[in-house]
Antibody, heavy 116, light 110 residues
Framework: QVQPQESGPGLVETSGTLSLTCAVSGGSFSNDYWSWIRQPPGKGLEWIGQLHPSGGTYYSPSLKSRVTISVDSSKNQLSLTLRSVTAADTAVYYC??????????WGQGTLVTVSS | EIVLTQSPGTLSLSPGERVTLSCRASQTISSIYLAWYQQKPDQAPRLLISGASSRATGIPDRFSGSGSGTDFTLTISRLEPEDFAVYYCQQYIPSLPGYTFGQGTKLEIK
């Protein structure tokens, strides 16, 4: 059973940097693609970006200038960094494993609130 | 940019009824790139259908997906109480590469 688990600060100051980690247990971490996806309170889903531990990182065009996704394969972890955050970045952030062209295992999500 | 439009926004139905949810793409997409998710309050989305019509592991056979080109549907043959949730369609865009979601359809108990 693949189990992603997101973690990180629940509150980030406006104009600061949001940093989250996704620790994965089970499955074969290094052989899979992984995505970060977010959901503002009461709204729909937005794909942020994806990564394969062996290389290849792709980002949403709307976030590309502010986001970095990285991996630590020795720890089965991926990370999300989002710079210059505003209230519009307040959301539940999910990490999820890809299966084909969909995401089959999701973490429970972590709420990040951006506030001054 | 290919936009996914889901309709209707909200549906009010009763357990036991049959329902069909629509997802329309602004341009033709390959069926292999279309997926459906179910999301209940305070839960992560759950993959229901990938490749437009392939049920994910453990998904009951009352859920079925179909469609091609620009028009895709998710059908629940007989609604169970646990099926009342929000449903999202998703597409993979090879030219990005990346994903976009429809805005969701909320299925509520009548």
């Amino acid at each position: 059973q693949v189990q992603p688990q997101e973690s990180g600060p629940g509150l980030v100051e406006t104009s600061g940097t949001l940093s989250l980690t996704c620790a994965v247990s089970g499955g074969s971490f290094s052989n899979d693609y992984w995505s970060w996806i977010r959901q503002p309170p009461g709204k729909g889903l937005e794909w942020i970006g994806q990564l394969h531990p062996s290389g290849g990182t792709y980002y949403s065009p709307s976030l590309k200038s502010r986001v970095t996704i990285s991996v630590d394969s020795s720890k089965n972890q991926l990370s999300l960094t989002l710079r210059s955050v505003t209230a519009a970045d307040t959301a539940v952030y999910y990490c999820a494993r890809h299966r084909g062209y969909a995401q089959d295992y999701w973490g429970q999500g972590t709420l990040v609130t951006v506030s001054s | 940019e290919i936009v996914l439009t889901q309709s209707p926004g909200t549906l009010s139905l009763s357990p036991g009824e049959r329902v069909t949810l629509s997802c329309r793409a602004s341009q033709t997409i390959s069926s292999i790139y279309l997926a459906w998710y179910q999301q209940k309050p305070d839960q992560a989305p759950r993959l229901l259908i990938s490749g437009a019509s392939s049920r994910a592991t453990g998904i009951p056979d009352r859920f079925s997906g179909s469609g091609s080109g620009t028009d895709f549907t998710l059908t629940i043959s007989r609604l169970e109480p646990e099926d009342f949730a929000v449903y999202y369609c998703q597409q993979y865009i090879p030219s990005l590469p990346g994903y976009t979601f429809g805005q969701g359809t909320k299925l509520e108990i009548k």
